[in-house]
């Protein structure tokens, strides 16, 4: 399920301006549900007596509710302006901004490297500029790659939503992490007409009990049940999962939602979900049917009712299913396409981030985080007519302003292409312009480079928006400390070491960029790199 309101606040629109009277704010901020709707939401916490919006393309709407959406046919830069006023308090106030409708394409995905109750989340998505993590305990970030550490034991369903820098584009990708118990309770759900068919993600050995509770009192002890709601609505459901050879339990809920609005009676029903790299998990929801066959792109056929297949090769495929009812004779077939995409297929992965040199007034970082195979080949456009061919070129800009680069990689051998775009510039004072003569550099991503460590240390988050904490693996010895420089050597943040070995360092005051970190435990040193970039 996608979650857009934690976006609200990173898409308020920077282009606008106010003409104010006494009181009234007419501020808003701005998301999109896709396919050229915007949603436009009072931002000032207060109701006036009328509310005029304009949205650019020769259509308003008067609409006091402080939440307004509108559809545009066309792809463009739009001006919406919103006018209120009050005639008790005798104010009016105007706010405008412009937005810009494209049809980019963004696909949300992340690796998660568990350690223990450590788990290190990597970004794998195409577009993103925008992260809003949650990782399914109450707790979540809006880093590229944040780690985070679980309180206790469990299975959690951890999801990733992105904006792309147009902010046309949301996506979301959810998957599940184990941490501590070998069990695993993590299910998909299914709906049709009132009935919800529940499957478990990972299939369970041993002795085994399960305890599912449907959110109305409704409750099953059966290993995947399918369950009729007498009303619809949304529930929450939970599963309790115990497991008495290897002596562990679990426990996952999540809501589920049923209506009346899909009762087509005899309906072929299932979902495809890409897990572990290029398996896809085939969910057959379908309903009243006693026999199922399955067709898949490699013209094998499956009789099961539910089916996992494995797709090594990047691409496009379509999976049919064919249900019958021998009782009742009614028969349909579904078909859908998956994707094994370059991220999850080892293919071509274009992507890149921009940081300020904190050495050099004008001079800019592209941080690399592009896939890297002896195949490839790179093709780089920056905006002014300037190309290279290199992995990691430099390049010169004759004036300051905004500029639009693009990578393209290319690989005939593995057969894939990727494109990844994104706006960036320097003005005149060297601050830095996201989406507007200075130097350009674009370096490999120290984020996914190992390093040699002489102190066993977790750093995070990284990149970080203001704060750094370092936790040692070993105890600290005396005088064991943290230092920040920047990366013309001068230091600008430093700190020791707490009780519990943890340390934490403030960097909010320090400009957006690169910045090395040297981390002392007492008896040795190691150094590494961190990015700060502004929510």
Known sequence: MKKIVPFLTLLVGILGFNTVQAQCKADFSFYTNGNGTFVFVDSSGNRYTTEDWTFGDGTGS???????????????????????????????????????????????????????????????????????????????????????????????????????????CIDTYCATVKIGSGCDASWTAGSQNLSVGFRLNNSATGRISYSWSFGNGGSSAQANPVYTYSTPGTYLVCLDLYDSTLNCSDRYCDSVTVDTSNNTGCRAVFTAQVTRDTVVQLTNWSQGFTNFKWYFPNGNTSTNRHENITINKPGTYTICLFAEDSVSGCQDSVCQ????????????????????????????????????????????????????????????YRAFGSYWVCLTIADSTLNCTSTYCDSLGLDSTGRLLKADGFELEVIED?????????????????????????QLDNNAGENAHISVYNLQGRLVATSTFGLNFKAKVNLMDEVDGLYLVRIFDGNDYTQTKIMKMSK
């Open 62 to 168: 008067r609409n006091n509710s402080g939440q307004v959406s509108h559809s545009y046919n066309a792809t463009g830069n739009y001006t919406v302006c919103r006018t209120v006023w009050d005639s008790m308090s005798s104010c009016r106030d105007t706010f405008c901004t412009q937005i810009t409708y494209t049809t980019s394409n963004c696909k949300a995905d992340f690796k998660a490297a568990v350690s223990g109750d450590t788990v290190q989340f990597r970004d794998a998505s195409n577009g993103a500029v925008y992260y809003s993590w949650d990782f399914g305990d109450n707790k979540s970030s809006t880093s590229a790659n944040p780690q985070h550490v679980y309180a206790k034991s469990g299975t959690y369903r951890v999801c990733l939503t992105i904006v792309d820098s147009a902010r046309t």
């Open 446 to 470: 120290f984020v996914s480079v190992p390093e040699t460590k002489k102190v066993n240390y977790n750093l995070y988050p990284n990149p970080t928006s203001d704060e750094v904490t370092v």
């Open 337 to 396: 396409t998956v994707t094994i995409d370059s991220a999850r297929g080892g293919g071509c992965r274009a992507a890149f981030r921009v940081a300020v040199d904190t050495s050099q007034k004008f001079k800019l970082f592209l941080i690399n985080g592009s896939s890297n195979k002896s195949t490839h080949t790179y093709s780089w456009s920056f905006g002014d007519g300037g190309t290279s061919t290199k992995r990691n070129p430099t390049h010169k």
